[in-house]
């Protein structure tokens, strides 16, 4: 375990610490050697995040979100932008599963609501790209995935690393995939799950310590490609997700998105021109009823909101729980071989163990 900064975690470090957050895991993984497309081999999943575990979608929670390199996806956000509220799941998969995702999400919450009445679903789902180590344009995410991830939403203890969303991600030139943190401040919990698949390895810091340059490609080869012009060092995404319990309003979920971005930054993250780096900040410290009886149904609805000047305790948070989760991410993967005998090695713990206790500027 390496703790990254100051601050205390929940007791799990995880996104779960924020109380009623469930995530649930479908991971897919089968076949080995060349690339044959639309049967393998497949290095993949499906991720997703529920804001409070209730099942159909009658109390939304005000959102944000922030965009710092736009080479992505994450759908819904017109509407989160546009009312200030999520009312859905929240999706993560690879860049060519998203559809699926999405339709079996909004699936779900019509079968969970019902014949009663006619629903509409926009489910937020994010994506990074998997096709180093997976056939990815094999389409091998398929609805009952998703409904596996679904089912298996939970509090607690999060499985990280080559799991769900992530199980075909590369982070640094390192094996990535899924990573939660979470940090107390303010008297209240900002948790973060990231699906890390993006960075140079030469650009790696944890802790303030410039990892990747001190366990450089020499030491831990890259992913190598039989052809190197589909691999490309910086090119991959990054999907954050920041739950918090504090009662905040849609700009402030915004401006605690925004800090995500910060912790990927300390870890050496530049929101390359060819990545996609989005973020998204959900608040449950206010469940907005759609009910159509009693205060739900008033036309003044009572909220309550975090003073501005009271935010940069969880803005520190975000941003240490995000670098964290970054981290974790990158402890919990194992060395996998995917499409074509491609390896993505896992970062050494006990490396790096050793390159974070040398003394500054001193040999690693």
Known sequence: ?????????GPYDAITDVAGVCVGHCTLIHGDGALDRGNGPVRTGVTVVLPHPDGVWDQPVFAGSHVLNGNGELTGLAWVSESGTLTSPIGLTNTHSVGVVRDTLVAIEVESRGQAGEHWSLPVVGETWDGVLNDCDGFHVRPEHVRTAYAAAAGGPVAQGNVGGGTGMVCHGFKGGIGSASRVA????????????HGRRDRLSVDGVPVGRLIGAGEVPLPSPPDPSTYHEGSGSIIGIVATDAPLLPHQCIRLAQRASLGVARTGGAGENSSGDI?????????????????????VRTVQMLSNDALDPLFYAAIEATEQAIVNALLAAQTMTGRDGITAHRLPP???AEVLAAPAGGPA
Do not use: H, I, K, W
């Open 1 to 9: 375990m390496v703790r990254v900064g100051a601050g205390q975690p």
């Open 186 to 197: 303010g008297g209240y919990t900002v948790g973060v799950l990231v699906q890390a698949n």
């Open 279 to 299: 973020f998204f900040a959900f608040a449950t410290g206010n469940r907005l009823s759609t009910s159509a009886t009693g205060e739900a149904a008033a036309a």
């Open 350 to 352: 006990d490396r790096l």
